[in-house]
């Protein structure tokens, strides 16, 4: 193997060690990488030959899984910072076209939700739900963003962000199913009512956010282990 | 010296190094190794997760730099940073005298 060959293995080992989307970690990577290297020419300058430096150089950084371990509780944190921001961001955009939809579809959201006049019994239940299920949502972002910022980084690490950003990414998850639940009985029900473009378009933005939700807080749940 | 003795103080020792002019990952290691005597020697691939720690904690600013047909990521201190060395001396003042006094204490002249 060459000493380029060495390096990026040792890389390649370390990236594999660690969760999340490779865009999280590629720069981190890229940083060890760049170590290396400078590693790779000290050694070169006290006197070894190519293999023996490249050996040198990974010995020297550490054992491939211990660096990565080292490496995951950072990691952790940007990834559940990330996965809070979308929701916080994709959280009003869905709010806002559920409710221009109800509006449209000329369905009084102060008296009652859109869908609760025509829904079934039992339906306030459903809509208690929803009303927990967000407020978990908004709490597990809010407190995610919180102990991931500057003032925490300064007070060591904590499991409780990625614990938090999970909950609140399947919250998320369970906000848009009931929503699209109560949608598909009042289809069921009364679906003249509905206004079709406005739902239309909230219901597209709100499978895009369940997708996004659901892989936010899987990945949060992987680096937590 | 083990990682465990370094804990919480690595650091400070990180802080003080980027006290002169920023640098990078690997001459800050060297830095920790040439400055302590080898005495500081941890594996050099734990610095990048404590520097980028430090980085998100605003007392340090990271930047990629391309010198010499090498990209590197400078390092250099904050405002924040220099606030958070000068506190972590006085604490690490005060705390070796206590532990210096305690374990190597001075011949007390007999009183009975």
Do not use: N
């Not at chain 1, 010995?59 to 940007?78: D, H, M, N, S």
């Not at chain 1, 500057?150 to 609140?168: D, K």
């Not at chain 1, 399947?170 to 739902?199: E, N, R």
Request: with cysteine; charged share 20%.
């Amino acid at each position: 193997m060459t000493a380029g060959r060495v390096i990026d293995t040792y890389v390649e080992e370390v990236t594999a060690a660690l969760p999340g989307p490779p865009r999280v970690r590629g720069d981190m990577m890229a940083e060890l990488r760049s170590g290396l290297l400078d590693a790779l020419d000290a050694h070169r300058q006290d006197g070894l030959p190519d293999d023996a430096a490249a050996a040198a150089a990974t010995a020297e950084f550490g054992e491939p899984r211990v660096i990565a371990a080292t490496f995951r509780p950072e990691l952790a944190v940007r990834l559940a910072r990330r996965c809070a921001l979308t929701l916080v961001i994709t959280g009003p955009v869905v709010g806002l076209l559920w409710a221009v939809a109800a509006v449209a579809s000329h369905i009084g959201i102060r008296r009652a939700l859109p869908w609760e006049a025509a829904a079934p019994a039992g339906s306030t239940a459903v809509v208690r739900l929803l009303l927990i299920a967000l407020l978990v949502t908004i709490l597990g972002a809010v407190v995610t963003i919180a102990v991931t910022g500057r003032l925490a980084a300064r007070h060591g690490r904590s499991q409780v962000a990625p614990a938090a950003a999970a909950l609140s990414g399947y919250t998320a998850v369970t906000v848009d199913v009931v929503i699209f639940t109560l949608l598909a009985s009042q289809l069921a029900g009364a679906p003249g009512g509905l206004a079709p473009v406005p739902v239309a378009a909230a219901a597209a933005a709100s499978v895009t956010r369940l997708v996004l939700a659901w892989r936010a807080a899987l990945r949060c749940r992987a680096v937590l282990t | 010296m083990r990682a465990e003795t370094l804990k919480g103080h690595l650091d400070g020792m990180l802080l003080a190094s980027l006290e002169t002019g920023p640098s990078h990952g690997y001459a800050i290691m060297e830095m920790l190794r040439a400055g302590s005597d080898g005495q500081v020697d941890l594996p050099t691939g734990t610095i990048y997760p404590a520097l980028r720690r430090l980085e998100r904690a605003g007392l340090l600013a990271g930047a990629w730099d391309e010198a010499g047909g090498r990209r590197r990521r400078l390092y250099s201190l904050t405002p924040a940073g220099r606030q958070a060395l000068a506190a972590e001396r006085g604490t690490w003042r005060i705390f070796s005298a206590a532990v210096t006094a305690l374990l190597e204490p001075e011949p007390r002249p007999v009183t009975s």
